[in-house]
């Protein structure tokens, strides 16, 4: 079983739509988690950590659900320019090397 | 500022050959991380360094994969005797460390192609 595992997608969906992504991790000690944004072909960027009270920023809210050990991601209003794979990510406790933990990711296309 | 910088950007070699891969941190930044990502598959932990030393080199896939990083600055990747499994994209990332979880900063990766 992968660390860390997301449904691939693609998921195809209108300008202006609501759209959900989810996360699961195996390791139950896991610490931080986060989710970063992959435009195509290019290097991947921070988008937003999550936090286990659950956090927004903009259009873009992040939850955290221990007990069942998944990571969302929801994106209101959705942009074209949101089109993207978005990779969730987590940082194990046992990591004392700043190792992360890369999920396959979700890509998202966003259509006019 | 100046971000992670990698080269050479693509890489054709033909299988058996040597390759070297160049990662340049961002300034200040003492950890770097080596992951690679193939085609459709998530990004896989090489090998980090703290300063110049190698505390987890748990992701390298073989002896063949070997790093090294001086001045605590520029960092080479080598795959010596390439197979075609090898062909991906070669991220480089830096980050602070903080003692907590780092915010890692990606190059623009290096994309390798063996024939």
């Known amino acids: 079983r992968k660390e860390v595992e997301q449904d691939p997608g693609p998921f195809n969906v209108p300008e202006g739509a609501t759209v959900a992504f989810n996360c699961t991790y195996s390791n139950s000690a896991s610490q931080s988690f986060f989710w970063y944004r992959q435009d195509c072909r290019k290097e991947p960027k921070l988008l937003m950590s999550v936090y286990s009270s659950g956090n927004e920023d903009g259009r873009f809210t992040a939850q955290l659900n221990r007990a069942s050990q998944y990571i969302s991601l929801l994106i209101r209003d959705s942009k074209l320019s949101d089109s993207a794979t978005y990779l969730c990510?987590?940082?194990?406790?046992?990591?004392?090397?700043?190792?992360?933990?890369f999920g396959q990711g979700t890509t998202l296309q966003v259509k006019p | 500022g100046a971000g992670v910088s990698q080269s050479p950007s693509n890489k054709v070699t033909e299988k058996g050959k040597d390759v070297e891969l160049r990662c340049d941190p961002i300034s200040g930044h003492t950890a770097l991380y080596w992951y690679r990502q193939s085609l459709g598959q998530g990004l896989e932990f090489l090998i980090y360094?703290?300063?110049?030393?190698?505390?987890?080199k748990s992701g390298l896939p073989s002896d063949r994969f070997s790093a090294e990083r001086t001045g605590g600055s520029v960092s080479t990747l080598t795959i010596q005797r390439t197979q075609q499994e090898d062909s991906a994209v070669y991220l480089c990332?830096?980050?602070?460390?903080?003692?907590?979880?780092?915010?890692?900063?990606f190059g623009p990766g290096t994309r390798l192609t063996v024939l």
């Open positions: 990332a830096s980050s602070f460390v903080t003692g907590g979880p780092p915010e890692q900063f």
């Open positions: 360094f703290q300063g110049n030393s190698a505390p987890d």
């Open positions: 990510v987590v940082w194990p406790l046992s990591s004392n090397t700043g190792k992360l933990i």
